[in-house]
């Protein structure tokens, strides 16, 4: 996880840096048009079960809170490898991943309760299959999060982790937020209002 | 321009410490109104701008401080504010593209529409003002949706067991092609299916039991119309069975003693 | 640090087969990008030969309905993902680096995988023929047509599964030159002195980071409708099918400028340069082309027009169509001020570059009349719109990439193709391709239908048909003339020289074919037209390729370190291969493709982790 030979940009900015971001830009439109297709469908389906029938405010607000404070974690463990405290980073970077898994867990369980007592699969309905796909994918994305965070624990004991690697921390703390902000929207959009909208 | 990821303006622990707590404040909000119109009604209708309003602040903050946009090279920004931008434009544009078509259906299938309303026809085949045409009961007429959405103009139709009971059917569509086939109770999907064969016979097949009557695949404009005698007394369905209409297109047909 | 990165030893060496599997050289990349799209051109020129051959007289009987939708399928999917868009790719691998003076792009492993996802990708989209039965759908694959029960087999996983690998490769590749782009331009060269090739490889990497996620959700929606009984374009379950079309043509209309803008850009480099004089009204040709990148956002309903979605999405979409021809049409004139008063020469890559002009204003005024939607509703689905679109990519794409082949040829080999050979090769192919394709406009008015596998011989479509077959054999003979110009020129070719064209850019100030690390010293750059500028600025010319002879003398790559072959990308690549062969075979209830797909899933997982461990380059010996 070099920097390659190039030590010098035209803007000042590493090219990874840049790329992380280019991508997120990308990512915008994936997601974008997940909501899109979920929206577009939002009441077309033709039989039951509603979005109002299955989804558990109270629970999915907690897990969207457990979201969030990864996030919050995820910077303390930024700011303490620019500090070059390994040792805190390691504490804060390994809360972070915990906290990602403790929300696939919640979405694990929530995906079986739907499936065994509400009655709703991706085959169900309109519904079923929009919101199993675009919160799936999110929940595709966080797994693959937890995995790169879990890696950068392991690296730092390579010692290769020096603050001026921070970088690398850096650009896996922009995936991470960006997945907690795509969470953002969906539980606004899927949640409260498909919920309150009914 | 610097690497300005290592300027002195980066935010602190106890920055990020206080935007983790916002965040947490706001969700608990949100939290909170949704069962606000529980106890005050009245509220409802701003509820769901308050939602789109929290959770952009939450997009904001957790974008600006903890991806340090507010503290990065522009450059970010543009990048991501441009893809954010481009993905929301297209979701209103494509939402907007639906609902031309969805809004119109909502008007149409209201109930001051211009179609005759089946009751009140019945009512008047018993009434003596129909003169024009004495052997023949007054039409009962009924259309599909001026837009290309599958549905008729009315849910519901009435009329006398035994009587004789006309329909015209008008096709106010743009591009559709509709027929209207009245058929036994709970069978519509059934006799659609049974259609699909039947390509040349209007979609529909003719040695179908469950088909009492039916008026002819038309094209947008035309209308046609049947005579026919009303069946026993019960409920009875009506489906346009032009394949992948049935679902939406279809409505009840009751026939009174 | 070691060269081991656990098991393999990482390869060293630069030359023979493994030195071209295992390379992150752009110009080798490049290459490769180039002769494999090129295969594929000539694959989707087969493939169109049968289809007119079939057509030549009414009721022939050369191969069956089925076969024949087919045909056309993969032909628009071959010629579209498989040589337009890559050998738009092989430019900006060979010349992007070289023309804004860097010594790679960004991440060279990176390149290395868009390459080889692109080669499996687009194995993964053709083995369909061999594999029981292509797509044949059309290449937009319109649901309900595409979905479960409408269309059974597997054709349809092998567009699916083919088009998402290829967007990997299309993604990572645009990030790869956003990033080169912006980040590894010579001292000096400020946004505005990039060349327009330059240019227009930004506008179109960005349409391809955009477009390609929306089509991929319509793609993700599809194969879980077909192989998981999902509902998105599910009728009965109160779907809309109208929604693929809208997913697919978000897609398909920056795609359309994907297609065409990189060949703009290599017409804005050649003009100038066999013209002996700067690009006519450089701000403006930059700026329409940024425009048209926005504006392709903004019309993909007009593929649309006779859906029904009503009056007023109609006339939007007409009038953004409508408008769009604005900036396209400032490019034409200044192209055309551009050789106005020039000292020409019409070199066989300036002959393609005036030929694409030409036709792409046939072209590109056919596309004013779809846009009218009245108009439209007539034109939709009739020979009209084919010929409208074989002028815009074949004219239109086509003549450019051969245009930049002649012109970049010499930079990549060394070699010189040869010019005799060459012009006769425009003129047969300039005159094949207008006999080929005029005629279809008629048999578009004449409401000859496209798609059709034949047709009856009163219809009054018999003339007009066999000409447009005996155009595509004259096509297929200027092909074959280029064939030999190229292998021969390869051989016998005449030396090029560093500078053979009297070029305006940074490419042509370095030998032919450039070193590895393509510049001794990263040039300064004090204007537009830096080369040019360098040559000439201060009064004197430098001769001919002589520019940097001296410069790598003493340097030979000394202290100039360049990224290390890698064997990581090839790996990670062939993993997302195999994964797209487990989902094409997955059959509903059984987990033999389910467990193909994830192996596959974690080869690439491998090959990511050991890519991301291994330096990108290893440190020099001395």
Same mark, same amino acid.
């Given at each position: 996880m070099e920097h390659g030979p190039e030590h010098e940009t035209t803007t000042g900015i590493d090219h990874r840096k840049m790329l992380i971001w280019v991508f997120l830009g990308s990512e915008c439109m994936f997601f974008g048009s997940l909501i899109a297709t979920y929206l577009i469908y939002y009441g077309e389906s033709v039989s039951g079960p509603t979005p109002a029938d299955v989804l558990d405010i109270p629970t999915t607000t907690v897990s969207t809170f457990v979201l969030l404070m990864s996030s919050f974690s995820m910077v303390m463990a930024y700011s303490n490898i620019r500090k070059g405290n390994v040792r805190n980073f390691r504490v804060w970077i390994m809360c972070t991943a915990i906290l990602g898994a403790t929300f696939l867990g919640f979405q694990f369980f929530e995906f079986r309760e739907f499936a065994i007592h509400g009655h709703l699969t991706p085959r169900t309905n309109l519904f079923g299959s929009t919101f199993f796909t675009l919160t799936g994918f999110h929940g595709a994305h966080v797994t693959v999060g937890v995995v790169w965070l879990i890696s950068l624990f392991g690296y730092s004991f390579k010692g290769d982790l020096t603050p001026q690697e921070g970088l690398s921390v850096d650009i896996a703390a922009l995936y991470w937020h960006f997945v907690d902000i795509v969470w953002i929207v969906i539980f606004t959009a899927v949640y409260l209002i498909g919920v309150f909208g009914k | 321009m610097q690497s300005s990821a290592h300027a002195s303006g980066h935010p602190t622990p106890a920055t990020y410490a206080k935007i983790a707590s916002i965040l947490a404040v706001i969700t608990a909000i949100e939290f909170g109104i949704f069962y606000v119109p529980d106890y005050a009604p009245g509220l409802k209708s701003v509820i769901v701008p308050a939602f789109i309003l929290l959770s952009a602040v939450k997009f904001a903050l957790v974008g600006m401080f903890y991806m340090h946009l507010k503290f990065d090279s522009r450059l970010f920004s543009g990048f991501f504010v441009g893809g954010l931008l481009l993905a929301t434009t297209v979701i209103i544009a494509l939402m907007a593209l639906f609902a031309i078509v969805s809004g119109e259906r909502i008007i149409v299938a209201a109930p001051d529409d211009t179609t005759v309303d089946a009751d009140t026809t019945t009512d008047t085949t018993t009434g003596a003002d129909t003169t024009d045409t004495p052997m023949a009961a007054p039409t009962h007429e009924i259309g599909s949706a001026s837009s290309d959405e599958f549905v008729f103009t009315a849910d519901t139709m009435t009329a006398a067991a035994g009587s004789e009971v006309t329909v015209k059917f008008t096709n106010n569509a743009v591009t559709q092609q509709h027929n209207w086939v009245l058929v036994q109770d709970g069978t519509k999907d059934d006799v659609a299916t049974g259609g699909l064969a039947f390509?040349?016979?209007?979609?529909?097949? #003719?040695?179908? #039991?469950?088909?009492?009557?039916?008026?002819?695949?038309i094209s947008p404009g035309e209308s046609a119309q049947i005579t026919f005698t009303a069946p026993e007394a019960g409920t009875y369905q009506f489906v346009c069975t032009y394949p992948g209409h049935n679902p939406t297109m279809h409505g009840t047909f009751e026939v009174t003693p | 640090m070691a060269t081991t990165t656990g098991v393999l030893q990482r390869p060293t060496s630069t030359t023979g087969l493994w030195g071209w599997i295992t390379t992150v050289d752009h110009k080798k990349i490049g290459a490769l990008y180039g002769v494999t799209a090129f295969i594929f051109f000539l694959i989707g020129g087969v493939e169109a030969t049968v289809m007119r051959l079939q057509l030549h007289r009414p009721e022939f009987d050369l191969v069956s309905p089925e076969v024949?939708?087919?045909?056309?399928?993969?032909?628009?999917?071959?010629?579209?993902?498989?040589?337009v868009m890559p050998l738009s790719a092989a430019f900006f691998n060979l010349v992007v680096p070289l023309m804004i003076g860097a010594r790679d792009v960004a991440f060279p492993r990176l390149n290395a995988f868009s390459y080889w996802v692109f080669l499996f990708g687009a194995i993964l989209l053709q083995s369909g023929w061999l594999l029981g039965g292509s797509p044949n759908a059309g290449w937009?694959?319109?649901?309900p047509l595409t979905g479960p029960g409408a269309n059974p087999g597997n054709g349809m996983e092998f567009y699916l599964l083919g088009l998402a690998v290829l967007g990997v490769s299309s993604v990572a590749a645009a990030l790869n030159f956003i990033v080169t782009i912006i980040n590894m331009r010579a001292p000096g060269m400020t946004l505005m002195r990039m060349p327009v090739f330059i240019w227009m490889t930004l506008v179109t990497s960005f349409l391809l980071i955009t477009a390609f996620p929306v089509i991929t959700v319509g793609l993700i929606e599809l194969y879980f409708d077909r192989e998981f009984g999902m509902n998105f374009f599910n009728v009965n379950a109160g779907a809309d099918v109208v929604l693929w079309q809208h997913l697919f043509w978000v897609f398909g209309h920056p795609e359309v400028y994907i297609l065409i803008l990189p060949a703009m850009g290599i017409v804005s480099e050649v003009l100038p340069t066999f013209s002996r004089k700067p690009l006519f009204g450089y701000p403006i040709i930059v700026l329409s082309g940024i425009t048209i990148g926005f504006m392709g956002w903004a019309v993909w309903s007009h593929h649309m027009f006779t859906v029904g979605?009503? *009056?007023?999405?109609?006339?939007?979409?007409?009038i953004t169509t409508m408008a769009i021809a604005i900036p396209t049409g400032i490019k034409i004139f200044n192209w055309i001020g551009t050789m106005w008063g020039g000292s020409i020469r019409l070199s066989t890559s300036m002959l393609y570059a005036v030929g694409f002009i030409f036709v792409f204003i046939v072209g590109g005024l056919s596309g004013v009349m779809h846009s009218i939607a009245p108009s439209d509703a007539q034109q939709q689905d009739t020979y009209f719109i084919v010929a409208h679109i074989h002028y815009v990519l074949f004219g239109g794409s086509i003549f450019a990439v051969f245009s930049g082949i002649y012109y970049w040829f010499p930079k990549a080999t060394g070699k010189l193709l040869n010019e005799g050979i060459g012009k006769l090769n425009f003129w047969v192919t300039f005159i094949g391709f207008n006999v080929a394709f005029f005629p279809m406009h008629f048999l578009?008015?004449?409401?000859?239908?496209?798609?059709?596998?034949?047709?009856?011989?009163?219809?009054?479509?018999?003339?007009?048909?066999?000409?447009?077959?005996?155009?595509?054999?004259?096509?297929v003979l200027g092909v074959l003339i280029f064939l030999h110009n190229f292998f021969w020129s390869l051989r016998k070719g005449e030396r090029a020289g560093a500078d053979p064209w009297d070029g305006r850019t940074l490419e042509w100030s370095i030998a032919s074919p450039p070193p590895e690390y393509n510049f001794a010293t990263i040039p300064t750059v004090h204007g537009r037209d830096a080369f040019w500028d360098q040559k000439y600025a201060n009064g004197h010319a430098v001769p001919q390729g002589a520019s940097d002879d001296e410069e790598h003398e003493d340097d030979e790559g000394h202290g100039i370190h360049m990224p290390s072959p890698s064997y990581w990308p090839l790996v990670a690549a062939v993993g997302l291969a195999v994964a797209g062969y487990g989902m094409v075979?997955?059959?509903?209830?059984?987990?033999?493709?389910?467990?193909?797909?994830?192996?596959?899933?974690?080869?690439?997982?491998?090959?990511?982790?050991?890519?991301?461990?291994? *330096?990108a380059s290893e440190p020099s010996e001395h």
């Open positions: - | 390509s040349t016979d209007n979609w529909v097949n #003719p040695d179908d #039991p469950n088909v009492i009557a039916s008026v002819n695949l | 024949f939708s087919q045909l056309f399928t993969m032909h628009a999917l071959t010629m579209i993902f498989l040589a937009f694959a319109y649901a979605l009503g *009056p007023v999405a109609n006339s939007v979409f007409a578009g008015m004449d409401g000859m239908p496209r798609r059709q596998p034949t047709y009856e011989s009163n219809m009054g479509w018999d003339l007009w048909n066999m000409v447009a077959t005996g155009g595509t054999l004259i096509i075979f997955h059959e509903p209830g059984q987990v033999a493709g389910a467990i193909v797909a994830i192996v596959g899933a974690a080869i690439t997982m491998v090959g990511v982790y050991a890519w991301a461990m291994e *330096p």
